[in-house]
Protein backbone atom coordinates (compact mmCIF):
# COMPACT_ATOMS: atom_id res chain seq x y z
CA UNK A 1 0.00 0.00 0.00
CA UNK A 2 2.64 2.35 -0.03
CA UNK A 3 2.31 3.21 -3.28
CA UNK A 4 -1.15 4.41 -2.62
CA UNK A 5 -0.86 8.39 -1.92
CA UNK A 6 -3.70 9.35 0.74
CA UNK A 7 -4.45 12.08 2.56
CA UNK A 8 -3.85 12.86 6.40
CA UNK A 9 -6.24 13.45 9.22
CA UNK A 10 -6.62 13.78 12.85
CA UNK A 11 -9.17 12.07 14.18
CA UNK A 12 -10.71 13.54 17.19
CA UNK A 13 -13.82 12.42 19.59
CA UNK A 14 -14.13 12.03 23.39
CA UNK A 15 -13.08 9.22 26.05
CA UNK A 16 -14.20 9.18 29.60
CA UNK A 17 -14.51 13.24 29.33
CA UNK A 18 -11.02 13.11 27.73
CA UNK A 19 -10.26 14.44 24.05
CA UNK A 20 -8.81 12.08 21.81
CA UNK A 21 -7.44 12.27 18.60
CA UNK A 22 -5.41 10.08 16.10
CA UNK A 23 -3.54 10.11 12.65
CA UNK A 24 -5.91 8.77 9.94
CA UNK A 25 -4.64 7.55 6.73
CA UNK A 26 -7.59 5.02 6.57
CA UNK A 27 -10.17 7.34 5.32
CA UNK A 28 -12.36 7.41 2.28
CA UNK A 29 -15.60 8.54 0.93
CA UNK A 30 -18.42 6.15 0.40
CA UNK A 31 -21.14 7.94 -0.98
CA UNK A 32 -21.99 11.50 -1.91
CA UNK A 33 -25.81 11.36 -0.89
CA UNK A 34 -25.90 10.97 1.52
CA UNK A 35 -22.67 11.97 2.77
CA UNK A 36 -21.07 8.97 4.19
CA UNK A 37 -17.19 8.13 5.26
CA UNK A 38 -15.52 5.05 6.45
CA UNK A 39 -13.10 5.14 8.59
CA UNK A 40 -10.59 2.38 9.56
CA UNK A 41 -9.61 2.28 13.63
CA UNK A 42 -7.15 -0.02 15.01
CA UNK A 43 -8.34 -2.53 17.99
CA UNK A 44 -6.80 -1.41 20.98
CA UNK A 45 -5.96 2.27 20.21
CA UNK A 46 -7.38 4.60 22.41
CA UNK A 47 -9.54 5.87 19.46
CA UNK A 48 -10.87 2.34 18.97
CA UNK A 49 -11.96 2.39 22.83
CA UNK A 50 -13.63 6.32 22.38
CA UNK A 51 -15.41 5.38 19.58
CA UNK A 52 -16.53 1.70 21.01
CA UNK A 53 -18.99 3.85 23.07
CA UNK A 54 -19.28 6.86 21.12
CA UNK A 55 -20.85 7.37 17.95
CA UNK A 56 -19.35 11.19 17.38
CA UNK A 57 -16.60 12.07 15.89
CA UNK A 58 -14.51 14.79 13.75
CA UNK A 59 -11.92 14.80 10.87
CA UNK A 60 -9.32 17.72 10.38
CA UNK A 61 -7.76 17.20 6.85
CA UNK A 62 -4.05 18.31 7.25
CA UNK A 63 -1.97 20.72 5.76
CA UNK A 64 1.33 19.95 4.12
CA UNK A 65 3.03 22.09 7.06
CA UNK A 66 1.38 19.86 9.44
CA UNK A 67 3.91 16.80 9.73
CA UNK A 68 4.96 17.62 13.60
CA UNK A 69 0.92 17.49 13.95
CA UNK A 70 0.64 14.07 11.92
CA UNK A 71 3.60 12.42 13.94
CA UNK A 72 2.49 13.57 17.15
CA UNK A 73 -0.97 12.36 16.69
CA UNK A 74 0.11 8.66 15.43
CA UNK A 75 2.39 7.72 18.72
CA UNK A 76 0.91 4.55 19.38
CA UNK A 77 0.54 2.90 23.19
CA UNK A 78 -0.05 6.65 24.80
CA UNK A 79 -1.84 6.46 28.19
CA UNK A 80 -3.56 9.82 27.89
CA UNK A 81 -3.91 12.55 24.76
CA UNK A 82 -4.12 15.32 27.29
CA UNK A 83 -1.04 16.77 25.61
CA UNK A 84 -1.77 16.72 22.11
CA UNK A 85 -3.48 19.71 21.86
CA UNK A 86 -1.33 21.56 24.18
CA UNK A 87 0.16 24.17 21.61
CA UNK A 88 -2.20 24.00 19.12
CA UNK A 89 -5.08 26.12 17.91
CA UNK A 90 -8.95 24.40 18.04
CA UNK A 91 -12.26 24.72 18.68
CA UNK A 92 -15.27 22.33 18.98
CA UNK A 93 -17.40 21.46 16.25
CA UNK A 94 -21.12 22.94 16.15
CA UNK A 95 -22.43 19.53 15.92
CA UNK A 96 -20.56 17.06 17.55
CA UNK A 97 -18.16 19.40 20.14
CA UNK A 98 -15.19 17.48 19.18
CA UNK A 99 -11.61 18.67 18.19
CA UNK A 100 -11.55 20.83 15.24
CA UNK A 101 -7.74 22.09 14.00
CA UNK A 102 -7.87 25.72 13.06
CA UNK A 103 -4.65 25.08 10.30
CA UNK A 104 -6.93 22.23 8.79
CA UNK A 105 -7.54 22.46 5.28
CA UNK A 106 -11.20 21.38 5.73
CA UNK A 107 -13.18 19.78 8.44
CA UNK A 108 -16.05 17.19 8.68
CA UNK A 109 -17.95 15.76 11.80
CA UNK A 110 -19.77 12.50 11.49
CA UNK A 111 -22.16 10.46 13.48
CA UNK A 112 -21.05 6.97 13.09
CA UNK A 113 -24.03 4.39 11.47
CA UNK A 114 -22.04 1.50 11.22
CA UNK A 115 -19.31 -0.86 12.86
CA UNK A 116 -17.79 -3.78 10.80
CA UNK A 117 -14.99 -6.20 12.17
CA UNK A 118 -12.31 -6.82 10.00
CA UNK A 119 -8.98 -8.43 11.37
CA UNK A 120 -7.58 -6.22 13.64
CA UNK A 121 -9.47 -3.21 12.57
CA UNK A 122 -13.06 -2.14 13.07
CA UNK A 123 -14.32 0.07 9.93
CA UNK A 124 -16.81 2.97 11.02
CA UNK A 125 -19.39 3.78 8.61
CA UNK A 126 -20.28 7.55 9.08
CA UNK A 127 -22.48 9.93 8.13
CA UNK A 128 -20.95 13.47 7.50
CA UNK A 129 -23.11 15.90 9.46
CA UNK A 130 -21.18 19.24 8.63
CA UNK A 131 -18.59 20.01 6.75
CA UNK A 132 -16.25 23.09 6.77
CA UNK A 133 -13.81 24.57 4.14
CA UNK A 134 -11.31 25.85 6.11
CA UNK A 135 -8.40 27.17 4.53
CA UNK A 136 -9.21 26.01 0.63
CA UNK A 137 -5.77 27.17 -0.85
CA UNK A 138 -3.52 25.55 1.04
CA UNK A 139 -2.15 22.34 -0.15
CA UNK A 140 -2.79 19.36 1.96
CA UNK A 141 -0.43 16.77 3.56
CA UNK A 142 -0.22 12.94 1.86
CA UNK A 143 1.31 9.72 2.87
CA UNK A 144 3.05 8.23 -0.16
CA UNK A 145 5.62 5.52 -0.03
CA UNK A 146 6.16 5.62 4.08
CA UNK A 147 6.28 9.78 3.99
CA UNK A 148 4.74 12.67 4.70
CA UNK A 149 4.22 14.77 1.54
CA UNK A 150 2.35 17.55 -0.70
CA UNK A 151 0.83 17.78 -3.79
CA UNK A 152 2.71 19.58 -6.28
CA UNK A 153 -0.10 22.26 -7.98
CA UNK A 154 -2.15 21.75 -5.25
CA UNK A 155 -3.29 25.61 -5.51
CA UNK A 156 -6.70 26.79 -5.60
CA UNK A 157 -9.40 25.36 -8.09
CA UNK A 158 -10.83 27.51 -10.57
CA UNK A 159 -14.12 29.23 -9.39
CA UNK A 160 -16.13 26.89 -11.65
CA UNK A 161 -15.03 23.55 -10.33
CA UNK A 162 -14.37 24.76 -6.90
CA UNK A 163 -16.21 23.68 -3.23
CA UNK A 164 -15.95 20.58 -1.48
CA UNK A 165 -16.97 17.14 -2.30
CA UNK A 166 -16.32 13.85 -0.22
Known amino acids: MAHFAVGVTVVTSELDGEDVGMTATA ?3 VSLEPPTLLLGVGHGSRMHEALSVLDTWAVSFLPAGARQVATR ?3 K ?3 SDRLLLA ?3 WRRGA ?3 HVIL ?3 V ?3 ECVTEQRVTVSDHTLMIARVVAVQSRNPTVAPLVHFRSRYRTVAGSGPEPAAEAGIGL
Open 27 to 29: LCS
Open 73 to 75: FAI
Open 77 to 79: GRP
Open 87 to 89: DLR
Open 95 to 97: QTG
Open 102 to 104: DDA
Open 106 to 108: AAL
